[in-house]
């Protein structure tokens, strides 16, 4: 929902496609400079505690965006004021996110067998994807129904409501003494592991680039303004497709697992995902773009499962938190840069230009990581 709600916020103060793209690098700024550092901590410490922590942080900065949103009138802040304020708010939500993003999966396999881990972060992944869809839907209508304001409060008011499941979960404390690690060594173990396993190394690296330049999502409220010709009701629909696709797809994953060849079903995926965004890119019509922006979705759902599970397979558990901090590197962090990427080709190609090149970039990538790293070609649980 909140995804939703600042790119059309934003979008309505700039009339700018490039302002979209500055969301994204507000928060993958923040994002990536701490990645390292939440890892360690994320290691060092008992993970319950620090969840809440984080997560009540969040809270408190996504209400800062409640000022300009009820008061701007009464502080006589012009568009470009909001919108340099968001961006300030964002870049602290980036610090929050850094340490929020690796937590939960740091503690997956704690909660679950590892027998049962690979179901366990499918059904995780569709639970994830339910709650996106409605939300990306949901913030489309409420937007168009009740404004900016009254939206927002009903994220905030949502994200406290999922801290109480939280408190739910048992403690995970630490297999370290503090006093015994080196905080620089610590990080520097987490990277050292990724770059020596060649299966998370190409993961993460086609992840990476395929979000980068695949990121039309983040031009929907263009395409929806000025090409589709839609309000925030279809723009919320356009926003949920690819999640909807997703959760069909993971939704059957769970019920019939992949058995084999997940390294060459993923770099399948990947490339079939990049082509639905071409296809997206050309589209003038609002069904024949919600339709490749679903397919893209499922075909995003069967590499996101594939990635995840790759990564908590091969990962040990003491250096969890580590990994999954460098992983977000690539993965939760590619997203804004993707954000970024598509805003600032959009001003310099053009909208329609810029989401082919990008889809027409996720090709060429699955095909250069598949050629170049053959121990994920033949990668298998």
Same mark, same amino acid.
């Given at each position: 929902?909140? !995804?939703?709600?600042?790119?059309?916020?934003?979008?309505?103060?700039?009339?700018?496609? @490039?302002?979209?793209? /500055?969301?994204?690098?507000?928060?993958?700024?923040?994002?990536?400079? =701490?990645?390292?550092?939440?890892?360690?901590?994320?290691?060092?410490?008992?993970?319950? $505690?620090?969840?809440?922590? =984080?997560?009540?942080?969040?809270?408190?900065?996504?209400?800062?965006?409640?000022?300009?949103?009820?008061?701007?009138?009464?502080?006589?802040?012009?568009?470009?004021?909001?919108?340099?304020?968001?961006?300030? *708010?964002?870049?602290?939500?980036?610090?929050?996110?850094?340490?929020?993003?690796?937590?939960?999966?740091?503690?997956?396999?704690?909660?679950?067998?590892?027998?049962?881990?690979?179901? +366990?972060?499918?059904?995780?992944?569709?639970? %994830?994807?339910?709650?996106?869809?409605?939300?990306? +839907?949901?913030?489309? @209508?409420?937007?168009?129904?009740?404004?900016? #304001?009254?939206?927002?409060?009903?994220?905030? *008011?949502?994200?406290?409501?999922?801290?109480?499941?939280?408190?739910?979960?048992?403690?995970?404390?630490?297999?370290?003494?503090?006093?015994?690690?080196?905080?620089?060594?610590?990080? $520097?173990?987490?990277?050292?592991?990724? @770059?020596?396993?060649?299966?998370?190394?190409? +993961?993460? =690296?086609?992840?990476?680039? !395929?979000?980068?330049?695949?990121? +039309?999502? !983040?031009?929907?409220?263009?395409?929806?303004?000025?090409?589709?010709?839609?309000?925030?009701?279809?723009?919320?629909?356009?926003?949920?497709?690819?999640?909807?696709?997703?959760?069909?797809?993971?939704?059957?994953?769970?019920?019939?697992?992949?058995?084999?060849?997940?390294?060459?079903?993923?770099?399948?995926? *990947?490339?079939?995902?990049?082509?639905?965004?071409?296809?997206?890119?050309?589209?003038?019509?609002?069904?024949?773009?919600?339709? %490749?922006?679903? /397919?893209?979705?499922?075909?995003?759902?069967?590499?996101?499962?594939? $990635?995840?599970?790759?990564?908590?397979? #091969?990962?040990?558990?003491?250096?969890?938190?580590?990994?999954?901090?460098?992983?977000?590197? %690539?993965?939760?962090?590619?997203?804004?840069?993707?954000?970024?990427?598509?805003?600032?080709?959009? #001003?310099?190609?053009? &909208?329609? $230009?810029?989401? &082919? %090149?990008?889809?027409?970039?996720?090709?060429?990538? !699955?095909?250069?990581?598949?050629?170049?790293?053959?121990? /994920?070609?033949?990668?298998?649980?």
């Amino acid at each position: 929902m909140l !995804a939703t709600l600042l790119g059309w916020w934003v979008y309505q103060l700039t009339k700018d496609p @490039f302002s979209i793209g /500055l969301i994204g690098l507000s928060e993958v700024i923040p994002a990536v400079s =701490c990645a390292l550092y939440a890892g360690h901590v994320i290691d060092m410490n008992e993970k319950k $505690r620090l969840l809440l922590i =984080c997560n009540y942080t969040y809270v408190i900065l996504i209400g800062l965006l409640l000022i300009p949103a009820f008061y701007n009138v009464e502080l006589h802040f012009t568009g470009h004021e909001i919108t340099y304020y968001i961006y300030g *708010v964002i870049f602290l939500t980036g610090i929050a996110r850094a340490f929020l993003g690796p937590i939960a999966p740091a503690m997956l396999p704690k909660i679950v067998k590892k027998e049962n881990l690979s179901n +366990a972060i499918t059904l995780n992944q569709a639970v %994830f994807l339910i709650s996106s869809v409605s939300g990306h +839907a949901l913030g489309g @209508f409420l937007i168009e129904g009740f404004g900016i #304001k009254w939206t927002l409060v009903a994220v905030i *008011v949502l994200i406290i409501i999922a801290s109480l499941f939280f408190w739910q979960l048992n403690k995970q404390h630490s297999e370290y003494k503090k006093e015994s690690v080196n905080v620089v060594e610590s990080m $520097r173990e987490g990277v050292s592991y990724i @770059f020596k396993t060649k299966e998370i190394l190409g +993961a993460l =690296c086609l992840d990476m680039f !395929a979000v980068l330049f695949g990121g +039309a999502v !983040a031009m929907i409220p263009v395409y929806a303004t000025d090409i589709l010709k839609t309000g925030a009701d279809g723009l919320g629909l356009l926003n949920a497709a690819s999640d909807i696709g997703s959760m069909c797809i993971i939704t059957i994953l769970s019920i019939i697992p992949l058995r084999k060849n997940q390294g060459k079903i993923l770099l399948v995926a *990947v490339a079939g995902f990049g082509i639905c965004i071409i296809g997206f890119g050309l589209s003038h019509l609002y069904w024949l773009s919600f339709m %490749f922006l679903v /397919l893209s979705g499922m075909l995003d759902g069967i590499s996101v499962v594939i $990635r995840g599970t790759i990564v908590q397979l #091969k990962t040990p558990d003491h250096i969890r938190g580590r990994v999954l901090s460098a992983n977000s590197i %690539f993965i939760m962090s590619s997203n804004e840069m993707g954000q970024f990427e598509s805003g600032l080709a959009a #001003k310099l190609m053009g &909208v329609v $230009r810029s989401v &082919v %090149f990008g889809g027409s970039m996720t090709v060429l990538i !699955a095909l250069i990581v598949g050629s170049t790293n053959p121990k /994920l070609r033949k990668m298998q649980y």
